[in-house]
């Protein structure tokens, strides 16, 4: 008998691909969308992963971010930046959340894998200046760039996530799961 290879060992038993999220993974209860939802909510920066626009291939980068109305995230982007330019041809991407602590392994700390979908806010929505301030507030640092004219914001709605809470906790979270309303958003609903 011939060893699979390549194409085929990838498909698994019955010419199927296996489900990337079976296995240990459980679904979400109660503690794992409060931390989940945390987890958003406190969020000041992540990794966002998008398909490069020249080739198609994934890449990725750090962005600033704040939460929004409705459990998801802001964040302001240059128009100049890459990865603007693919979340306008894309806007389906990836956010990886969650900071190591300053002990232990980085890999036994919290984090959220998700899928969002981008989308863009019109400036000229009314609601631009509210998101401007609140956003000095979470990012002092950024009044440097926050009022230049190629900064805008983009919404990141949660589809679907994957929380990582350390070793052997894991939970897989519908959009609905990932919903939680804060005083403290940035965006409104």
Not at 31 to 40: F, M, N, Y
Not at 85 to 99: I, K, Q, S, V
Not at 145 to 167: A, E, M, S
Request: aromatic content about 6%; overall charge negative; charged content about 25%.
């Amino acid at each position: 008998m011939t060893e699979p290879t390549g194409e085929d060992r990838a498909m698994g038993e019955g010419g199927r691909r296996p489900d990337p999220v079976a296995g240990p993974v459980a679904d979400a209860d109660d503690g794992t969308r409060a931390e989940a939802q945390a987890l958003i909510r406190d969020a000041r920066f992540g990794t966002l992963a998008f398909t490069h626009p020249d080739d198609g291939l994934p890449f990725a980068s750090r962005i600033a971010l704040a939460p929004d109305a409705g459990g998801g995230l802001l964040a302001c982007l240059s128009a100049i930046a890459l990865h603007s330019r693919a979340l306008t041809l894309a806007p389906d991407c990836a956010l990886l959340l969650g900071e190591p602590g300053p002990k232990g392994d980085p890999l036994t700390h919290a984090r959220l894998s998700l899928r969002v979908h981008a989308e863009w806010l019109d400036p000229a929505d009314g609601s631009d200046a509210q998101r401007r301030a609140a956003w000095r507030t979470h990012h002092p640092r950024s009044a440097v760039y926050l009022d230049l004219p190629d900064f805008r914001f983009v919404r990141l709605t949660p589809r679907f996530g994957l929380l990582n809470g350390g070793f052997g906790r894991a939970a897989r979270l519908g959009a609905g799961d990932l919903r939680g309303v804060d005083e403290d958003c940035v965006g409104e609903d």
